[in-house]
């Protein structure tokens, strides 16, 4: 790469600002990437496809979700006018259904019988074995043995919709750990295997075709902001953990100037504190997961540990280009910590009843912070990336409250 001059790589497929993204990967994987790669790009423009695709999301997925003006907390707050994106009523919970839906059909396309995916909280997992059961596809899920541990639920849900799921033993056991371990497996056997990437991060054309699929959030909320109040939205915030419902929900509004895009990272215990995962405001540039993106990491590009309350969003890196809108200043990124959330997570369901999954929670605090700052002639969309029943027993712990699960 180095001697290639600036217009060359900027020309380059899926780097962003000159500097991030890439594929950092073993050879064995480039041809099945190739492959990847021209069948997303040419499916993309094929009207059977989108046909397909849009059959599913509406028929399967429950799409469009409902851009909902949140009144009372409008009125509570008492500045700008809050508008809710509302991916936790999608099928499963969350926005991962729509990225998830689009690469499955792409895999279908490209004559794969099994689906394999890297889950953390396991959020991701249950939605790919969702998908490979609807497509009658086998499946099988790499989950750190940690995780396995502290999910058990959803390990649980996994196999009952007919997945196989692994506990990862190698490393910290993590998150981190299940990516590596689904990349070697893809590498090992891609012949019939399609790797289903849970978020805007990876090797070149994950980051990509992840953002397209999610982008039907910001697609959705453009046109459905215009027929309530016939105008563009002041601010869009979303939470950020490897950033595809941030991506998705910002995309349609990128080339749209007066719009100011927020992406809201876990501080964890504090953005200064070592308990955190906010990439962005903490990490610095590295090579991990096959993509060139800020990691948090040691001096000698040790990966370390992360931590939020929030399972979804402890990930110790972020998709590439929401690196580069930040190193472009196009996309602001901030911290909220975990009392913040879990503060918004009670604000929201008193306020709005809406009991909405903690990472989103991020989100939530973020506006209560910012809202009342702006005028009652503003506008604020806010993605809830995901439902909050998950959440309900973990947060009555960090209260205090034993109840039994
Ligand atoms: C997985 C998850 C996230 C974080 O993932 P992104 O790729 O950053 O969107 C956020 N919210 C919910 C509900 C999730 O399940």
Redesign the pocket.
């Known amino acids: 790469m180095k001697n290639l001059t600036e217009a060359q790589i900027t020309k380059r497929p899926g780097i962003f600002a000159d500097t991030y993204g890439g594929q950092y990967i073993p050879e064995t994987l480039m041809t099945e990437l190739e492959k990847v790669d021209k069948a997303f790009h040419t499916l993309k423009d094929d009207p059977d496809f989108q046909a397909e695709l849009h059959d599913l999301l509406i028929n399967y997925a429950n799409r469009p979700s409902l851009l909902y003006y949140a009144k009372n907390m409008t009125e509570d707050l008492g500045g700008a006018k809050i508008y809710l994106k509302r991916e936790d009523l999608n099928h499963t919970g969350?926005?991962?259904i729509n990225n998830v839906i689009g690469q499955a059909l792409l895999a279908k396309h490209l004559g794969k019988k099994r689906l394999i995916a890297e889950t953390g909280a396991g959020?991701?997992g249950v939605a790919t074995a969702t998908i490979a059961a609807l497509f009658g596809m086998d499946c099988e899920i790499f989950m750190g043995k940690e995780d396995t541990d502290r999910q058990k639920l959803n390990v649980y849900r996994m196999e009952l919709l007919g997945a196989k799921v692994h506990p990862v033993t190698t490393g910290s056991m993590v998150l981190k750990d299940a990516i590596n371990a689904t990349l070697q497996e893809w590498a090992s056997r891609s012949e019939d295997t399609f790797y289903v990437m849970?978020?805007?991060v990876g090797p070149y054309p994950f980051p990509e075709m992840v953002k397209y699929f999610q982008s039907v959030i910001s697609k959705e909320s453009k046109q459905q902001l215009k027929a309530k109040e016939n105008t563009l939205p002041d601010m869009v915030v979303a939470?950020?953990?490897?950033?595809?419902?941030?991506i998705g929900s910002f995309a349609d509004y990128i080339d749209d100037p007066s719009v100011k895009l927020v992406g809201v990272e876990a501080a964890g215990k504090g953005v200064n504190s070592d308990q955190t995962a906010a990439t962005i405001e903490r990490g610095s540039v590295g090579i991990f997961h096959g993509m060139k993106s800020l990691f948090l990491q040691n001096e000698d590009g040790q990966i370390n540990p992360v931590y939020s309350i929030s399972a979804?969003?402890d990930y110790p890196g972020v998709g590439p280009e929401h690196a580069a809108l930040a190193k472009e200043g196009r996309a602001q990124y901030v911290g909220i910590t975990d009392d913040e959330a879990v503060q918004a997570f009670e604000y929201i369901a008193r306020q709005e009843g809406i009991v909405a999954?903690i990472?989103?929670c991020h989100a939530v605090a973020y506006v209560e912070k910012i809202a009342p700052t702006m005028s009652k002639d503003q506008i604020i969309v806010c993605t809830l990336?995901?439902r909050g029943d998950k959440d309900v027993a973990s947060i009555a712990k960090y209260k205090g409250v034993d109840i039994d699960e």
């Open positions: 969350a926005h991962k959020q991701h849970g978020s805007a939470c950020v953990g490897g950033g595809s419902n941030a979804g969003l999954a990472e989103s990336s995901g």
